[in-house]
């Protein structure tokens, strides 16, 4: 009886030093989680056996579970390396089925997908029609392979500085003042000029320039010509486009003024139309609203204060960003920014009855109960860091006192095979 109690304990001794040793082994695997044995005494009774003098039949072992405590977060400067900081698993999907894993060593495979070392591919909510993500069934993550498509430009806000002291430009001769003919090559026919770029349907680029004429005040006229009024002609591609749109400004103010020369602050803006033909690109027609309202005249210097339109060219995606939320974004070279889905998080009511699968990754059984899945940083779903990774939450010097305990627990059972076996060879010896 003593050399099988004794056994046991051997045996015993012998597996905490495969679990030490399977920890440390993976001191340096990104997502790994530790494990610790637990062992359980063993008694041999017979049923109604009330006898408070039998002896134990060894050790067991109770369960061999894992810890699941948080690794360090170790930053490696790759994009689409990510870590949970918090409670959850990624979701993977591959050719056995749905896994989870800490491990976020992610990568893109030829047909675009994120993917880990496995090929197993990673899980997001994806992009709904009005720009949310969806929450229902989840998808496969793809990089965008083709190139973000152009936008013709649509809206244009143009907010100037025009000074207050500027002159008509013209002479004075014998007769008065006499105002140039407005001429585009001719700096002498206009005060001030800016320039833009603005697209078409097809993402072609045409130069936009503005030129500010100060006008000469003329009660006379038809209309009349008020002071502090300014002409404002659009040339696109060298050629004038549409016709001179009238700026008034207020004398005491220096703030544009409403419904002047069909700059109206109340909502209505100039438009100007281009006509496919007109650009010589095939492309549809431009229709371009202007929007000068945050115009002023103040001081004695011209300035451009903001100069903005919506449009934009085709574009090549140059990179990927991943926030906190886990929402994952590719960005391109025409400045835009799309979203691809949101990492999707699963987190279980009993971790510890996940079925370990190898390749840092855990599968669900009866014990951990199923998956809920949710968004990183809502409820007790853990935060997404980019460009990182989860170290292993193997405590190095603990795994070496636990070595030395489960090598001191296998020498003493060891010692008492040795000594059993004295006292049956001396039972032996008796004559």
């Known amino acids: 009886m003593t050399f099988r109690t004794a056994l046991s304990g051997l045996n015993a001794a012998s597996t905490h030093l495969d679990v030490t040793a399977h920890n440390i082994a993976n001191v340096n695997t990104a997502g790994f989680k530790s494990s610790r044995i637990l062992f359980s005494d063993v008694y041999a009774t017979a049923a109604n056996d009330l006898s408070s003098t039998s002896t134990g039949s060894g050790v067991q072992i109770s369960s061999i579970s894992q810890k699941f405590g948080q690794g360090n977060i170790d930053f490696t400067n790759n994009n689409l390396d990510m870590a949970i900081s918090g409670e959850g698993f990624f979701v993977m999907k591959g050719r056995e089925g749905i896994v989870y894993s800490r491990a976020g060593a992610f990568s893109v495979d030829r ?120 002409t404002q002609r659009l040339f696109i591609d060298g050629t004038e486009r549409g016709t001179p749109q009238v700026m008034s400004f207020d004398s005491a103010t220096g703030k544009l003024r409403v419904g002047q020369g069909g700059v109206d602050l109340s909502g209505s803006l100039p438009t100007v139309t281009v006509t496919g033909a007109e650009l010589g690109t095939g492309a549809s027609n431009m229709s371009l609203s202007f929007n000068y309202i945050e115009s002023t005249q103040y001081g004695q210097q011209f300035g451009v204060n903001s100069l903005f339109q919506d449009g934009y060219t085709t ?117």
């Open 111 to 230: 047909e675009g997908y994120v993917v880990n070392d496995d090929s197993q591919r990673l899980q997001v909510y994806p992009v709904s029609e009005t720009g949310d993500f969806a929450t229902g069934a989840l998808s496969d993550l793809r990089l965008l392979t083709t190139e973000s498509p152009p936008q013709a430009t649509g809206s244009v806000d143009i907010g100037v500085n025009l000074p207050a002291n500027a002159s008509v430009p013209g002479t004075t001769d014998s007769n008065g003042f006499t105002a140039y003919a407005f001429d585009a090559t001719n700096p002498a026919t206009y005060n001030h000029a800016t320039s833009m770029t603005v697209y078409d349907s097809l993402g072609t680029p045409h130069t936009a320039t503005v030129y500010f004429v100060k006008m000469q005040a003329d009660a006379a006229a038809t209309p009349p010509v008020a002071e502090n009024t300014w």
């Open 315 to 431: 574009g090549r995606m140059t990179g990927i960003e991943v926030d906190n939320s886990g929402v994952v974004s590719a960005r391109f070279t025409n400045g835009q920014l799309k979203l691809l889905g949101q990492v999707a998080i699963a987190i279980f009511s009993n971790p510890h009855g996940l079925q370990q699968m190898g390749e840092t990754q855990w599968a669900e059984t009866y014990t951990s109960g199923g998956p809920r899945l949710g968004q990183a940083g809502t409820s007790n779903f853990g935060l997404v860091q980019a460009g990182a990774l989860e170290a292993s939450n193997v405590d190095l010097t603990e795994q070496l006192v636990e070595m030395i305990t489960a090598q001191r627990n296998f020498q003493a059972n060891a010692q008492m095979i040795s000594t059993a076996d004295q006292l049956t060879q001396t039972i032996i010896n008796l004559r």
